[in-house]
T-cell receptor
């Protein structure tokens, strides 16, 4: 399977704990995006990378959130001191260049209890 | 500030008939539009896209129409099949300015056998 892969698929954590998610994009894609989706809403943009450079961050990405793409391949999204409002589906997508459609992974469902 | 709007949360259509899903946008800088299909607990799956230099793009049973003056696009599915039942998201981007994708809130399509 050469699609976008996200791990874990599900994560339940206690409020205040840190969590980290991983995304492996399609190998030849140089752009990688993180989105968050809550019930009844469309995906909301969090941040994106071109190769290893983080080029844009949304206002939604508070200082508790950090994303990395150290070698321009896989990416991690870390949430520190999780809050119940962080409960959502976290989606990763990748695309080839500026003109390519984004292909999404299956997402990581985070539940903060 | 919802820049992409899908005003119909749900739509029911008989099998074999046409499904028309609508999407409006507010940002005149958007020049690339996409439709995604999403099943529960999965990430969005890319369906079809259209560039602002075109007013129609067709792929099998799926056709997307773009009316730039009205800032409106629609997805036509003909004929509709029960397997088309899913949530459909419209997305838009301004490829010259950051390339993040803005999503609508989705329309849940039910195709009745």
């Amino acid at each position: 399977d050469t699609g976008v892969s996200q791990n874990p698929r599900h994560k339940i954590t206690k409020r205040g704990q840190n969590v980290t998610f991983r995304c492996d994009p399609i190998s030849e894609h140089n752009r990688l995006y993180w989105y968050r989706q809550t019930l009844g809403q469309g995906p909301e943009f969090l941040t994106y990378f071109q190769n290893e450079a983080q080029l844009e961050k949304s206002r939604l990405l508070s200082d508790r959130f950090s994303a990395e793409r150290p070698k321009g391949s896989f990416s991690t999204l870390e949430i520190q001191r999780t809050e119940q409002g962080d409960s959502a589906m976290y989606l990763c997508a990748s695309s080839l260049g500026q003109h390519g459609e984004a292909f999404f992974g299956q997402g990581t469902r985070l539940t903060v209890v | 500030d919802q820049q992409v709007k899908q005003n119909s949360p749900s739509l029911s259509v008989q099998e074999g008939r046409i499904s028309i899903l609508n999407c409006d946008y507010t940002n005149s800088m958007f020049d690339y539009f996409l439709w995604y299909k999403k099943y529960p607990a999965e990430g969005p799956t890319f369906l079809i896209s259209i560039s602002s230099i075109k007013d129609k793009n067709e792929d099998g049973r799926f056709t997307v129409f773009l009316n730039k003056s009205a800032k409106h696009l629609s997805l036509h599915i003909v004929p509709s099949q029960p397997g088309d039942s899913a949530v459909y998201f419209c997305a838009a981007s301004a490829r010259g300015t950051g390339n993040q994708f803005y999503f609508g809130t989705g329309t849940s399509l039910t195709v009745i056998p």
